[in-house]
């Protein structure tokens, strides 16, 4: 079956200090993989995605075959972090995107 | 900057009832979706439109859901009757293909009584 685990529905972190939100999947293929984000008031709008290998507003995520884990990590917090996080993954076949159930990150100043 | 459109916003409405949804994608993007939200759960997909034919509608619940997108650009989803658990933010997101990103629209926030 095809799942996203997201381990932790609440982080709460300081200001300048690393942050590292868990993500594991299930999934028989090579999946693509991606994070989400929704700011307060704001849409779901999507952060980063591994096949960019890019850096967005600090955070990189690694995909690791061997763990079956993307977790997603910034090395100095901001208060401008703090939102609601989805890892979600997408499979080669149809194409349809499986979301997680989301981490709340909260950096405190 | 173009953006996805739904309405209503927000729909408070007795089970048994009927309701329809409704989501204007971006223009040009070929590709559709439909979320359901459920408080504390992540987005789960019902339905997926590649311009207005649907290529995943397997976890919607057809006795009672039905999604539409008739000329390949906006599309209308109906619940009809309405249960309490339907109670969730229902989003639309659209996106130019089907591995491009997918943009979202603010949801439509469901009450059932």
């Known amino acids: 079956a095809q799942r996203v685990t997201q381990p932790e529905k609440l982080l709460s972190v300081f200001k300048g200090a690393p942050v590292e939100l868990k993500c594991n999947y299930s999934?028989?293929?090579?999946?693509?993989l991606f994070w989400y984000v929704q700011y307060s008031r704001q849409r779901l709008q999507l952060l980063l995605r591994h096949i960019s290998r890019e850096s967005i507003k600090g955070f990189t995520a690694d995909l690791n075959k061997g763990e079956t884990s993307f977790h997603l990590k910034k090395p100095f917090a901001q208060e401008e972090d703090s939102a609601m996080y989805y890892c979600?993954?997408?499979?080669?076949?149809?194409?349809?995107?499986?979301f997680g159930a989301g981490t709340r990150l909260f950096v405190k100043a | 900057e173009a953006e996805v459109a739904q309405s209503p916003r927000y729909k408070i409405t007795e089970k048994s009832q009927a309701v329809a949804f409704w989501c204007d994608p971006i223009s040009g993007h070929a590709t559709l979706y439909w979320y359901r939200q459920i408080l504390g759960q992540g987005p789960e997909l019902l339905v997926q439109f590649q311009d207005e034919s649907v290529v995943d509608d397997s976890q919607l619940p057809k006795d009672r859901f039905s999604a539409e997108r008739l000329k390949g650009v906006d599309s209308t989803l109906k619940i009809q009757p309405a249960e309490l658990g339907d109670s969730a933010m229902y989003l639309c997101?659209?996106?130019?293909?089907?591995?491009?990103?997918?943009?979202f629209g603010p949801g439509t926030r469901l009450l059932v009584l």
């Open positions: 979600a993954l997408q499979n080669t076949g149809g194409f349809k995107t499986i």
């Open positions: 997101a659209s996106s130019l293909g089907q591995r491009e990103t997918q943009y």
């Open positions: 999934y028989s293929g090579s999946p693509e």
